[in-house]
């Protein structure tokens, strides 16, 4: 029995994400770390790729199987029948001799013979699925739980939701900024990349190239999706003044407004100690050494003397529906419920951080969802509680600028994640 590095770390990623609710992005870099550059890509497509399609995958194997099967049996065929699917450089017979391998390795020795026939089936060709309502069909064919299709429906119509749930399924283009021009290989990367049209430094590399990760270990670079440097960017302050960013782990828009100010002072926390740690190395990784990193319960209270920043940053924990395209797992984890609960934590963080900023001084509320509850709700409920802050346009391209004052990017308008910016200035 043999089996690929790349299917091999794939399969114990995916059984991670499923069994514990883990993190892809969290678990890829652990298990390819000791992969070759080819293998890693291999690796990462097929954990990305199986979690983009799962819903669909698993409507294809109910189809030929009416039994219920192990998990590992069933991921297993998830991942074969993604590569014959998919993934056209792979041979037919070396994806199906090596999920039957998969499934081997998994202890599963008595399914071998049901996974290579299934998968033998779906080589000759795909099973006709049928729909209860065109919903099941979106909901399905795009791999997104029906309770969210059906919001975006209701918002955005029949056809844009199709275009925002293609868009989370695709190969993102890799965003990244420059931490060390001079550093080996960052020239020939810059070459290969194209320049963002919205935020300085931001450059886009094609989905795929090894060397981005490369530079990314060694921190010559530093990944960062676009939209993400754009809320950083929205800070509007000048280079002496004090900016505090109130949920700031992981650290990149830390980093980045940090860099930007290198005479000022930037504080910067988080709730969990692990979180702080990761935070503050970060931090340093990217070259920000005017960071003062603290840890604290932003919904409870913030250590801070009242009206002491100059600017302050909520980029509030949230459901993280716009950064599915990169994040694909996260569409099985949320539950329509969420939003109620995170509408009431973000409105708490977002009052208490307030209360630090000084006279005069701004206010960005943010989010990587794309829900209003979470977003237009929010800060329509913060100004009706008091007098103090009014809206002011968010420092970002025109393009992205709303009817009613707030700034949104899309996955599928502006190929990058989707993200909320709202800005405030107090009156007094």
């Known amino acids: 029995m043999k089996v690929s590095p790349a299917r091999a770390a794939a399969f114990d990623v995916l ?52 039994k219920k099967l192990d998990p590992e049996v069933r991921l297993a065929l998830r991942l074969g029948i993604f590569q014959l699917v998919f993934l056209d450089k792979i041979p037919d017979h070396s994806a199906i001799n090596e999920t039957v391998n998969l499934a081997q390795r998994a202890k599963k020795t008595s399914a071998k013979g049901l996974v290579n026939a ?15 309502d065109d919903v099941e069909r979106i909901a399905v064919e795009m791999s997104h739980p029906r309770w969210l299709i059906e919001r975006w429906l209701q918002r955005l119509g ?53 060397e981005i990760f490369e530079l990314a270990a060694v921190n010559a670079i530093y990944i960062q999706d676009e939209g993400s440097q754009l809320i950083a960017s929205a800070i ?20 980045m407004i940090a860099l930007a100010r290198p005479e000022g002072l930037v504080a910067a926390g988080d709730l969990h100690w692990k979180r702080v740690q990761f935070l503050r190395e970060n931090c340093l990784r990217q070259g920000a050494g005017n960071v003062k990193v603290v840890q604290y319960d932003a919904a409870i209270a913030l250590p801070f003397a009242a009206e002491t920043f100059d600017a302050v940053l909520v980029d509030a924990p949230c459901s993280g529906t716009g950064t599915i395209r990169n994040n694909p797992e996260i569409r099985y984890f949320l539950a329509a419920d969420d939003l109620k609960e995170l509408r009431k934590k973000q409105s708490k963080i977002l009052k208490n951080a307030a ?11 943010s989010t990587c969802s794309l829900e209003p509850e979470e ?32 700034a949104r990017t899309w996955p599928h308008r502006d190929a990058m994640d ?5 800005a405030f200035q107090r009156r007094f």
């Open 418 to 422: 989707g993200f909320f910016i709202a």
């Open 158 to 210: 029949p056809s844009e939701t199709e275009d925002l749930a293609k868009a989370n399924n695709s190969r993102p283009a890799i965003a990244f900024r420059v931490i060390d021009q001079e550093a080996a290989g960052v020239n020939e990367v810059l070459q290969a990349s194209k320049p963002s049209e919205y935020v300085e430094n931001c450059f886009l590399a094609k989905p795929g190239t090894p």
């Open 118 to 132: 299934v998968l033998r089936r779906v080589s000759k060709g795909l099973p006709v699925l049928e729909f209860h």
């Open 375 to 406: 977003n237009e709700h929010v800060c329509e409920q913060f100004l009706r509680d008091g007098p103090f802050f009014e809206i002011v346009k968010p420092r970002v391209p025109e393009h992205f600028i709303t009817s009613d004052g707030f």
């Open 236 to 255: 509007n302050t000048g280079s002496g003044e004090k900016v505090l960013d109130v949920c700031a782990a992981p650290g990149g828009k830390t980093g």
């Open 15 to 66: 059984t991670r994400v499923e069994a514990e609710r883990a993190f892809s992005s969290v678990l890829l870099p652990i298990f390819e770390s000791d992969l070759r550059p080819l293998d890693r890509g291999l690796c990462h497509e097929l954990v990305l790729g199986v979690l983009r399609r799962q819903m669909w995958l698993d409507r294809v194997i109910d189809a030929f199987v009416q």
């Open 355 to 365: 209360a630090a900023v000084k006279p005069g001084g701004q206010l960005i509320y």
